[in-house]
């Protein structure tokens, strides 16, 4: 078995019992970097001293003894996690030329974990986009197909991992670019609950939706790695005050007796065939292995996108408006006064999808139209809430698809920003909730990996865990990769 | 809704974004099927809802002691910035 069919958990533990250093598996990922990242554009910045240098102080610390799980695993950060020191674009030209003063709090407690950084991944611009079509970079290529879109907006993230130039990856996710990108590339995508991680120096774009989760080979890596970064921060005083649990020791929790709700909202028009029948199969799994399956209606959830594309957009017309080209990020060249500093700098540093996003922030809390648009939305937000209350009053977790059909190809939506922003309907609606989520791979369609969607409870992160780890225990779809990459 | 050339340009000047000629006809386009698209939210019943405030119950905002935590990191934030002078950001001039 080489290097990368390990799984960041059996790294970990191969480094523990000796059987390799940190130095060699770094170098092992550093190689796959530079032979496969030209085609795939995964990474906007490889920082192979950096991971180096990582690597050897991982090795002086398990040569005596210490270090955890997680101690000199290699990982790659979503540009859009302040690295002190190293270029953190966002995948916007506005930030091309951003080199943070500090780390986030995620970056800051990896490392502290021992972890290794082989680099910063490419994302939709401001992770604003579904296909990772709007980076400044360029788009990034999934892997199981290299015409087709590896999903976004963490489609860099996605990309490293599922053709192993990476053991894991960190994310955010707003209205699914976790999740989404997750099931696009056949991984493990983990968006724990709104609050659960610190969202210090992770670059803000909708405050009531954003949050930091994981992109992994397995329930079990992404337990290693949500357990490191879990838990309150004094600088985020959304990062809520409660315990972390063990995520890890969690896995093995039986989950025999599950009573799991179907729901009918996501079996709808729209729902590719092959991957409605995959899903559903998955679900008859659990139900053979015991589970109680009934199926819910939560008839205010078709409502997600659209109330998603007034909040999220209201937010982020405000969150972007501290991009001036006065104190940091690009700045235009010759402006005539200070107005049109701010509009040539933000006209040439954002693209097409980022400014329609702000426009449409900006026009629905405008004067005369905040009760129409932006309340309304927050209103509906709420029946959707209530929707899942009432779920989960019946049933442990819900479970449907990821997506409505696996990866497209590359350019085929970009025409058409609501065709686009349909890819998430089954994915806002836990953001909105402020729920977590997991997608985890359940099977293949043409060759193209399809996601089975687990959305729990706030909070329910160990049972979400555990579930993803049962169905990995008993199937292998999170262990193919591409054949490209094998 | 379809919002007008006119109407666009007026929240591009709010937004305070420069939209070339050349671009302005797809924000025209793409911004009016938006709005037509979020429109089928006013289908929704919700009188007497409360609109959402924040995504999990009973969650108090912390405050934190007021005391000096950082420590000055003026050079370190500056170098970032595209002018300055004697620690100030440069901007074009505002009072003539």
Redesign the interface.
């Known amino acids: 078995m080489s290097l990368h069919h390990a799984t960041a958990a059996e790294i970990g533990r191969g480094l523990h019992s000796r059987k390799y250093s940190s130095v060699e598996v770094t170098s092992h990922f550093l190689d796959r970097i530079e032979k496969s990242n030209p085609l795939l554009n995964a990474f906007v910045t490889v920082t192979r001293e950096r991971a180096l240098d990582d690597a050897r102080r991982a090795d002086a610390r398990l040569a005596k003894g210490e270090g955890g799980p997680l101690t000199g695993v290699p990982l790659v950060h979503k540009d859009i996690f302040c690295t002190a020191g190293i270029l953190t674009s966002c995948g916007s030209r506005m930030l091309s030329n951003f080199v943070s003063p500090y780390d986030a709090t995620v970056v800051e407690r990896l490392d502290a974990a021992g972890m290794v950084l082989l680099g910063k991944t490419n994302m939709d611009e401001f992770a604003m986009g579904s296909s990772n079509e709007t980076s400044y970079f360029g788009p990034v290529k999934n892997p199981w197909d290299t015409s087709r879109v590896p999903g976004g907006s963490s489609g860099g993230s996605a990309a490293a991992v599922a053709a192993r130039l990476a053991p894991v990856a960190t994310g955010t996710d707003t209205g699914g670019s976790i999740r989404q990108p997750g099931a696009l590339t056949g991984l493990t995508g983990f968006k724990p609950t709104y609050g659960r991680v610190s969202r210090y120096g992770m670059i803000a774009f909708a405050s009531s939706l954003d949050q930091a989760g994981v992109l992994a080979q397995s329930a079990e890596d992404a337990a290693l790695v949500l357990g490191a970064i879990a838990g309150h921060d004094p600088r985020d005083s959304t990062s809520v005050d409660a315990p972390v649990p063990d995520y890890a020791a969690g896995l093995a929790r039986p989950v025999r007796g599950l009573r799991i709700g179907i729901i009918r909202e996501f079996f709808g028009e729209g729902l590719e065939a092959g991957t409605g029948a995959a899903v559903r199969a998955a679900i008859d799994s659990f139900r053979a292995e015991g589970a109680k399956v009934v199926e819910l209606s939560l008839p205010n959830l078709p409502l997600s996108v659209p109330t998603y594309y007034v909040v999220a957009p209201a937010e982020c017309s405000s969150n972007l408006s501290r991009y001036d080209g006065v104190r940091f990020g690009h700045r235009s060249r010759d402006p005539r006064d200070l107005i049109d500093l701010y509009k040539s700098t933000r006209g040439e540093g954002f693209g097409a999808e980022v400014k329609r996003r702000i426009m449409t922030g900006t026009y629905v809390l405008s004067a005369g139209y905040y009760d129409a648009y932006y309340l309304k939305a927050q209103k509906v937000r709420s029946l959707i809430n209530a929707d899942f209350r009432r779920a989960f009053e019946q049933v442990d977790v819900l479970m449907g698809p990821t997506t409505p059909t696996p990866a497209f190809a590359i350019g085929a939506k970009t025409d058409d920003p609501i065709t686009m922003y349909l890819n998430d309907i089954y994915t806002i609606g836990a953001n909105l909730a402020g729920l977590p989520a997991v997608s985890v791979p359940c099977g293949l369609v043409d060759g193209l990996p399809v996601g089975l969607q687990v959305i729990g409870p706030h909070f329910s992160e160990e049972r979400l865990l555990a579930v993803a780890h049962a169905w990995q225990r008993a199937t292998d779809w999170h262990r193919r990769l591409p054949a490209a990459y094998a | 809704m379809t ?1 007008t050339r006119r109407d ?1 340009e007026n ?10 000629e050349a ?1 302005m006809p ?2 025209v386009g ?2 009016s ?3 037509a ?6 289908g ?1 019943a ?1 009188e007497d ?8 119950e009973g ?1 108090v ?2 405050l ?1 002691v007021d005391a000096v935590t950082e420590s000055d ?1 003026r050079d ?2 500056q ?5 300055v002078e004697a620690g100030l ?1 440069l ?4 009072i003539e």
């Open positions: 919002l666009v929240i591009a000047h709010l937004a305070r974004l420069e939209i070339t671009e797809a924000y793409s911004l099927a938006i709005l698209f979020v429109e089928q939210l006013s929704a919700t809802v409360v609109p959402m405030a924040h995504p999990l969650q905002q912390r934190r990191h370190a934030y170098a970032n910035a595209a002018a950001y901007v074009p001039k505002v």
